[in-house]
């Protein structure tokens, strides 16, 4: 039932979306297929503006009803409602750059491996095609469904290698991996030098992924020790003080020591650690 209720909100935003796709949005189509969504430019668009909406409207309901007898109503409601409308409405485009991220990532940490085989395959006579066409069919993640991109190209649509090449090279996500691409097509173009190529470009890039995790390791107890030291200290010491201003009958501003501390506990400390996991987040992206 849920899985019914989710594609009949995608058909009914498609309504709108559809009026959408009549205008090319090469951007926002490219970046749905390299993160491999499969849907229009206008449903994304439309998928994106209704649930931002509906997200904003929902909260405007239940914090109407929730804060009906506090102090300052229209504060809470406005506030609420407005986090709900911006969070939904960054979270669509974010989800998105980080799907194209995640597909980016796993490409670029399984790639060395990926080279290894083809240059196992390649000493033994493989041409470059037959080990772009046996690749697909191993599980080295993106990487093998880039691969089945190609041969969709080549064996359904009829189109030759070095032209499906082309158009995976202008598409994917990770330049290390379009760099490489193109250095493929150029062999098979010009014949030759499959082996020698492919066991060098492995060797390089496994030492690079040996760096990049020393490094990333580093920094990643740099942002421990930063989250110890400073948001968890300044959350407790707030708290704190929220609590002894409360016993202390001290007043701050327009808001009760209680409701503050609803809105420092249910509200800025979730937000708080939300913005430090996307920093991670971005980071870990960076370093992979």
Same mark, same amino acid.
């Given at each position: 039932?849920?899985? $019914?209720?989710?594609?009949?909100?995608?058909?009914?935003?498609? *309504?709108?979306?559809?009026?959408?796709?009549?205008?090319?949005?090469?951007?926002?189509?490219?970046? #749905?297929? *390299?993160?491999?969504?499969?849907?229009?430019?206008?449903?994304?668009?439309?998928?994106?503006?209704?649930?931002?909406?509906?997200?904003?409207?929902?909260?405007?309901?239940?914090? !109407?009803?929730?804060?009906?007898?506090?102090?300052?109503?229209?504060?809470?409601?406005?506030?609420?409602?407005?986090?709900? @409308?911006?969070?939904? &409405?960054?979270?669509?485009?974010?989800? %998105?750059?980080?799907? /194209?991220?995640?597909?980016?990532?796993?490409?670029?940490?399984?790639?060395?491996?990926?080279?290894?085989?083809?240059?196992?395959?390649?000493? +033994?006579?493989?041409?470059? #095609?037959?080990?772009?066409?046996?690749?697909?069919?191993?599980?080295?993640?993106?990487? !093998?469904?880039?691969?089945?991109?190609?041969?969709?190209?080549?064996?359904?649509?009829?189109?030759? +290698?070095?032209?499906?090449?082309?158009?995976? /090279? $202008?598409?994917?996500?990770?330049?290390? @991996?379009?760099?490489?691409?193109?250095?493929?097509? $150029?062999?098979?173009?010009?014949? &030759?030098?499959?082996?020698?190529?492919?066991?060098?470009?492995?060797?390089?890039?496994?030492?690079?992924?040996? *760096?990049?995790?020393?490094? @990333?390791?580093?920094?990643?107890?740099?942002?421990?020790?930063?989250?110890?030291?400073? /948001?968890?200290?300044?959350?407790?010491?707030?708290?704190?003080?929220?609590?002894?201003?409360?016993?202390?009958?001290?007043? %701050?501003?327009?808001?009760?020591?209680?409701?503050?501390?609803?809105?420092?506990?249910?509200?800025?400390?979730?937000?708080?650690?939300?913005?430090?996991? #996307?920093?991670?987040?971005?980071?870990?992206?960076?370093?992979?």
């Amino acid at each position: 039932m849920r899985y $019914n209720y989710i594609e009949g909100y995608k058909k009914a935003c498609y *309504q709108f979306g559809k009026h959408l796709d009549r205008k090319p949005r090469d951007n926002i189509a490219k970046m #749905l297929y *390299q993160a491999d969504v499969e849907m229009t430019p206008g449903m994304f668009i439309s998928l994106w503006l209704f649930t931002t909406l509906l997200s904003a409207f929902s909260m405007l309901i239940i914090s !109407s009803i929730v804060f009906a007898n506090s102090k300052s109503p229209f504060l809470f409601i406005l506030v609420l409602t407005v986090v709900a @409308f911006l969070t939904i &409405g960054i979270a669509f485009p974010f989800a %998105l750059h980080n799907k /194209i991220s995640n597909k980016k990532m796993d490409i670029e940490r399984k790639l060395p491996y990926a080279l290894a085989h083809m240059s196992i395959l390649a000493s +033994a006579g493989s041409t470059p #095609l037959d080990v772009i066409r046996r690749l697909a069919l191993e599980d080295y993640g993106h990487i !093998s469904k880039e691969f089945r991109k190609v041969l969709y190209r080549v064996d359904v649509l009829g189109e030759d +290698a070095v032209t499906a090449m082309n158009d995976l /090279i $202008n598409n994917t996500p990770s330049e290390i @991996f379009r760099s490489i691409c193109i250095d493929l097509t $150029n062999i098979i173009h010009a014949g &030759g030098g499959l082996k020698g190529y492919l066991e060098t470009k492995s060797k390089d890039l496994m030492n690079i992924r040996r *760096q990049t995790h020393k490094e @990333f390791v580093d920094s990643l107890a740099v942002y421990g020790e930063g989250y110890l030291g400073g /948001i968890v200290m300044s959350v407790v010491l707030s708290v704190l003080a929220i609590v002894l201003c409360g016993a202390l009958g001290i007043e %701050l501003g327009l808001l009760k020591p209680k409701e503050l501390f609803f809105i420092f506990v249910y509200l800025i400390t979730p937000l708080i650690n939300v913005i430090f996991l #996307l920093l991670l987040e971005v980071k870990y992206s960076k370093s992979s």
